[in-house]
Structures are given as structure tokens and as C-alpha cells.
């Protein structure tokens, strides 16, 4: 057994030192460094304390000459899960490491659970928070059907891999990493080097046995998944789920993906019996209101492959205060004061005395330059206090000289329109398209002033 040493680490950022201070260096945070015992230990394997391991699902690791790889498309596993397939790429690749991340009781162990229930494949469920019964009522709510799922309630990682050798399971589901412990590390559950440790240990199953791995992540108060930021580097793709508790709609992000894109989005409803894929997003995302109200304008974005029309809400009143209020919820808020500078200075807009408020509905987040033109449209409609037709909507970026800029992959945008039944759409005159090919009515804009035109006369 090698040398046992000490080290402090900050619970903040992850950052180690050598020895104790009151200040991190690293994240200037007061009092989070904590001093943790590291046993080294030569050797160590992610099955030593098991009898035997299974050589035969081993993966020979050699030096080979680029030229020599021999490269055939990874197969990938289909979880079941048509919004956690788009998000992750199209399904699990074997010996990947995925990690979820989320706030508390936003519906990750639901989320997992739901899909350990439904997939085809022999599946290992490991918890550290919940005892097995709790698992079972959850399920029996979830999904009542019969499932190759078996669950394991368990922290230590070698008993964990134990139990793997024996079952051999195809996919392992880990809930969560932060309860794991490690017999190489000597510090508790949760703390810094534990946390690396088990996912080190994790990592080497997976690429050795290949076979997936999805683990379950906390997250601090200020929303990044706790644990040192070395984590997130380690795994194949992090995800993100996020949504308010109070509301029924949770979003699905990949902050990470090695083996896909990183714009996909998945959205699910919560409901008693579980998560609900929404397959058309855009039925959450636009009001069902038949009242013209002023202030609201219908973009269409993509996120992703995927397009989607959403609304934008906006509110142009006169300031009370000095200084005029500039909020924004769901988007930039350094490009809503340049769109304002724009219409002041390119269209004659006094806006610079007044409280202009932005919302996107939905509660999602969009940094899609093409739903500028809707913005406009929104603040000049509440500016006005006029209302702008439902069935019209808008796909352009607005540039500082005040022109219409063009956006990409339009067409999918018109036929998503189109598809919605949305009469007209405004888009960019340098958008090199036939507009005739279309039921829906295209309208071309090159400025500001021409959309203002269009809009209100």
C-alpha cells in the first residue's frame, strides 16, 4: 500500500491545496476548503476486490497506427425514449458515460427510472438515496409492465461491481454519484476526491466492459452540477434538465455530447404517472387564446434539427422611475437594448424614456438570432397598442443599420409555419428562395421600416 497523504479541497470549484487557507485561489470563495485523507493504492482496478473478472468483455488497449483502426459505426442503444434518444443523438453508445444533472425534484431519478422501465436491454438500477420498496412504489406509479430492470440499493463501489460481474448487465444506471464511496479514498461520501474517484472507477468499466453508464448528478445552489468541474470533463455528454417545480414542463439540454450535437432539446410534461414525451413543442409554447391582445408576436426558431414557433410577449410603458427598466426572460439582454438603439435610431421610435419587458413563453431559453424580428414586432405592437394578427409570423435577424438579415435552413422554418397553419411569414429578401413553392404566404422584408409598413400601415 502506497503512501497515505493529506490534501484540502475546495467544495466550491474543486481546486486542491496543499494546505489550508480561509480563501480559495481559484473560485474566491471563503471557507470551503476541507481537508480530505487520500489513500493511493497501486494497482487498483475497478474489480479488485471481486473474485475474477470477466476477460472475455475486456477491450485489448495497444498502440495501432491511425491508418490501421479499423472504424465501423458504433451501434447505438435505442433507450426507448424518443426526446432522450434526440437529445443524446440518436441512443446510447456502448462504454459511454453519461451524466444528468438537475435541480432537487425536477424528475431525474423519474426520468431514469421511467427509462430503465421501458428499455429492451438488461438493465442495473443503483440507488444510494432510495431503499428499494420506495423504487418499487415509484415504478408501480411510473409503469406497471414487466421489465428486464433489476435494483440495486447500494454506495460502495466495490460491492456495486460485484454485483455487475454477476448480473452482467447491459446498461448500468447510477443514482446518484454523489452517494458513492470508494474503498481508495478515505474521505466521506460526496467530497471531492470521492466523487472523482468513483467516476475514475466507473469510466474504466465502462470503457473496458463497454457497457453504458448514466449517472445522476447534483447540482449547487448556483445551478452547475456539483463536484469538481473535472467531472463534467471526464464523462461523454452532460445533461441538463431543467423547468420550474411549479410548472408541469421540464427541458432536456446536452451541455456535452461527444457522440452528437449539443442544440437538441427534449421536452416532457410531468404528470402523475410519470414523464410524458411532448413530441410537437410548439403546442406548449403558443398560447391557445383567441383574444388579439398587443404585445405578442410568433417566431419561428430551431433548436437543433428541430423548429419550433414560439411567442414572444412584450411590455412598453412609460417609466416611472429615472432610469427606464430593461428585463428580459429567456433572452439576451444585451441584444434587447441593441434591437431598442436600432428602432430609436433607424425608425424613429422614442423608446429611449420607457420600461420595455420581454418574455418568451414557455419558459425556455432561446439565443436563436432569427426570433429578432418577432421582438421587434412584439415592442412595437405594445408600443402601439396594437395587435398583431395570429396568423402571421416571423424568421429574421435584425443587423444595426436597421436591415432584415437572412437565417438559415428558412425552408424548414416556412413548412414548420406552413404545417401550424400560419397564413403568412416574414422573412429576409436575401433568403434565396422560390416563394411560390409554398401554400403559406411568404413576405419579403430588407429593412425595418418595410416591416413596420407591413405591420401597422
Not at 282 to 311: D, V
Request: net charge neutral; aromatic share 6%; hydrophobic share 35%.
Amino acid at each position: 500500500m502506497a503512501k497515505t497523504k493529506t490534501t484540502f479541497f475546495c467544495q466550491n470549484c474543486g481546486n486542491q491545496h496543499a494546505k489550508w487557507q480561509g480563501q480559495c485561489s481559484s473560485c474566491k470563495q471563503w471557507n470551503t476548503l476541507v481537508e480530505e485523507v487520500i489513500q493511493k493504492q497501486d494497482e487498483k482496478d475497478w474489480k479488485t476486490s471481486s473474485s475474477s473478472g470477466n476477460s472475455s468483455k475486456k477491450r485489448n488497449a495497444s498502440p495501432t497506427l491511425i491508418k490501421d483502426i479499423e472504424y465501423k459505426k458504433e451501434k447505438r442503444l435505442s433507450t426507448n425514449n424518443t426526446e432522450l434518444d434526440r437529445v443524446l443523438g440518436g441512443g446510447l453508445i456502448p462504454g459511454s458515460l453519461t451524466l444528468l444533472g438537475g435541480e432537487p425534484g425536477i424528475g431525474k431519478s423519474t426520468l431514469l427510472l421511467q427509462v430503465s422501465l421501458q428499455l429492451k436491454y438488461k438493465t442495473l438500477y443503483v440507488s444510494g438515496e432510495e431503499s428499494q420498496q420506495q423504487i418499487k412504489m415509484r415504478a408501480e406509479r411510473i409503469n406497471s409492465n414487466p421489465s428486464e430492470c433489476y435494483i440495486l440499493t447500494e454506495t460502495k463501489t466495490q460491492h456495486i461491481f460485484q454485483q455487475i460481474e454477476k448480473l452482467e448487465p447491459e446498461i448500468v444506471i447510477i443514482d446518484s454519484i454523489q452517494t458513492l464511496h470508494s474503498d481508495f479514498i478515505e474521505s466521506s461520501p460526496g467530497s471531492i476526491s470521492q466523487i472523482r474517484e468513483c467516476t475514475s472507477e466507473l469510466i474504466k468499466f465502462a470503457k473496458e466492459t463497454h457497457t453504458p453508464v448514466l449517472l445522476i448528478g447534483h447540482i449547487t445552489k448556483e445551478g452547475s452540477i456539483a463536484g469538481p468541474k473535472v467531472l463534467e470533463h471526464m464523462v461523454d455528454t452532460v445533461l441538463q434538465f431543467e423547468g420550474d417545480r411549479n410548472h408541469v414542463y421540464r427541458i432536456l439540454r446536452a451541455h456535452k455530447n461527444r457522440f452528437g450535437s449539443t442544440n437538441e432539446l427534449g421536452i416532457y410534461e410531468m404528470q402523475g404517472e410519470g414523464l410524458r414525451e411532448v413530441s410537437n413543442p410548439s403546442e406548449i409554447l403558443l398560447s391557445k387564446s383567441n383574444q388579439e391582445l398587443s404585445g405578442t408576436a410568433i417566431a419561428a426558431t430551431l433548436e437543433g434539427i428541430r423548429p419550433l414557433m414560439i411567442e414572444i410577449q412584450a411590455l412598453v410603458s412609460t417609466a416611472v422611475y429615472g432610469t427606464p427598466q430593461r428585463s428580459t426572460t429567456g433572452y439576451n439582454a444585451k441584444r434587447l437594448n441593441m434591437i431598442l438603439a436600432v428602432l430609436e435610431k433607424r425608425a424613429g421610435f422614442r423608446l429611449g424614456a420607457k420600461d420595455v419587458f420581454l418574455n418568451i413563453t414557455g419558459g425556455i431559453s432561446v439565443d436563436d438570432p432569427a426570433i429578432d424580428l418577432a421582438v421587434v414586432a412584439a415592442i412595437l405592437s405594445s408600443n402601439e397598442d396594437i395587435s398583431i394578427e395570429k396568423n402571421i409570423c416571423f424568421a429574421a435577424e435584425i443587423g444595426l443599420a436597421g436591415e432584415v438579415r437572412p437565417v438559415t435552413k428558412v425552408e424548414q422554418r416556412i413548412l414548420e409555419a406552413e404545417k401550424l397553419g400560419f397564413e403568412t411569414i416574414v422573412v429576409s429578401t436575401q433568403n434565396k428562395i422560390n416563394t411560390g413553392k409554398y401554400a403559406i404566404k411568404v413576405e419579403l422584408a430588407s429593412r425595418v421600416e418595410e416591416v413596420v409598413e407591413l405591420l401597422f400601415g
